[in-house]
């Protein structure tokens, strides 16, 4: 886990960087400003069949207290209101996660 300040509108750009370095994976990056939360999945091509980042974000998401997110199944955002729930969300991301590995 790295923690970095983020401004939600940078969050794709920040997960992209991270896939390519990673190669293959998956990147959750989560902010928090003035309470709120904001969160981006990436999934690298090669998992994007097995893993969506749409179902992910939405794990998240319903963790900090939001409904929805979207995007497609390599990358996706969303957020909630509940800040305070940031780890939480990135629980629900790995008990997801450890659903699809099962």
């Known amino acids: 886990m790295v923690f970095r300040e983020f401004e939600p509108k940078n969050l794709r750009s920040v997960v992209d ?10 990147v959750a990056v989560l902010a928090v400003n003035e309470g709120r ?3 981006a999945i990436g999934v690298s091509d090669d998992l ?3 893993v969506n980042a749409v179902g992910l974000v939405q794990a998240a998401v319903a ?3 939001g409904q929805g997110g979207g995007g497609r199944p390599d990358m996706a955002q ?3 209101p509940d800040g305070s729930k940031a780890q939480e969300a990135l629980d629900a991301i790995r008990d997801a996660l450890e659903k699809v590995a099962a």
């Not at 960087?17 to 998956?26: C, N």
């Open 37 to 39: 939360a904001t969160v």
């Open 17 to 26: 960087e991270y896939k390519k370095a990673r190669g293959s994976g998956v």
């Open 78 to 80: 969303g957020g909630g």
């Open 63 to 65: 963790a900090l207290g």
């Open 48 to 50: 994007a069949e097995q």
